[in-house]
T-cell receptor
Framework: AQSVAQPEDQVNVAEGNPLTVKCTYS??????LFWYVQYPNRGLQFLLK??????LVKGSYGFEAEFNKSQTSFHLKKPSALVSDSALYFC??????????????FGTGTKLQVIP | GAGVSQSPSNKVTEKGKDVELRCDPI?????LYWYRQSLGQGLEFLIY????????KSGLPSDRFSAERTGGSVSTLTIQRTQQEDSAVYLC??????????????FGPGTRLTVL
């Protein structure tokens, strides 16, 4: 069975400081990994994904994430946080080695609060 | 192009009534998913459609919940005899296909259901 862990319910960071939102995963094969952001009263917006290739993935709004196979992690990062980055962030995983349909498993979400 | 749309955006109903929630996926997306997000919770998978068929209904919480998809496009999630515990945000997502990088899910804004 596949799973995703987001160990922090909330992350607080000062505006202008670098931010990290943590995610670890478990799959039986290789992973496809995703990050989504949810602003208040909105649906989830796709940020970035890791499929294969370069371990550092760049996405929307200046976010990036690094795939680390040995640590089974896919942490989300941004060099300089903005107040407008305050939102709920979800990590998700899918088993890349299963053919056809495979359910995507979402983490429980991490609330990011950027303090002015 | 247009994203995933859902209607209504908000629905308030009385306990015991039936409700229908609608999802219009991105044009050309063959896969469609329904999720439920309760207050402060992560995403709970409900059902997955490929075309008009639903190969994975494993997340439907009870037989009061059903869903259909017609014409490989619009989907309706029906909740019969609503209960207060059904109160949540119901999110719909669609993806181009299944497999590889094409199964990135794109979400609608959700329907907030409140059962009084």
């Amino acid at each position: 069975a596949q799973s995703v862990a987001q160990p922090e319910d909330q992350v607080n960071v000062a505006e202008g400081n670098p931010l990290t939102v943590k995610c670890t995963y478990s799959v039986s094969g290789n992973p496809y990994l995703f990050w989504y952001v949810q602003y208040p009263n909105r649906g989830l917006q796709f940020l970035l994904k890791y499929i294969t290739g370069d371990n550092l993935v760049k996405g929307s709004y200046g976010f990036e994430a690094e795939f680390n196979k040995s640590q089974t992690s896919f942490h989300l990062k941004k060099p300089s946080a903005l107040v407008s980055d305050s939102a709920l962030y979800f990590c998700a995983v899918r088993d890349a080695d299963s053919g056809g349909y495979q359910k995507v498993t979402f983490g429980t979400g991490t609330k990011l609060q950027v303090i002015p | 192009g247009a994203g995933v749309s859902q209607s209504p955006s908000n629905k308030v109903t009385e306990k015991g009534k039936d409700v229908e929630l609608r999802c219009d996926p991105i044009s050309g997306h063959t896969a469609l998913y329904w999720y439920r997000q309760s207050l402060g919770q992560g995403l709970e998978f409900l059902i997955y459609f490929q075309g008009n068929s639903a190969p994975d209904k494993s997340g439907l919480p009870s037989d009061r919940f059903s869903a259909e998809r017609t014409g490989g496009s619009v989907s309706t999630l029906t909740i019969q005899r609503t209960q207060q515990e059904d109160s949540a945000v119901y999110l719909c997502a669609s993806s181009l296909a299944i497999g590889g990088g094409t199964d990135t899910q794109y979400f609608g804004p959700g329907t907030r259901l409140t059962v009084l």
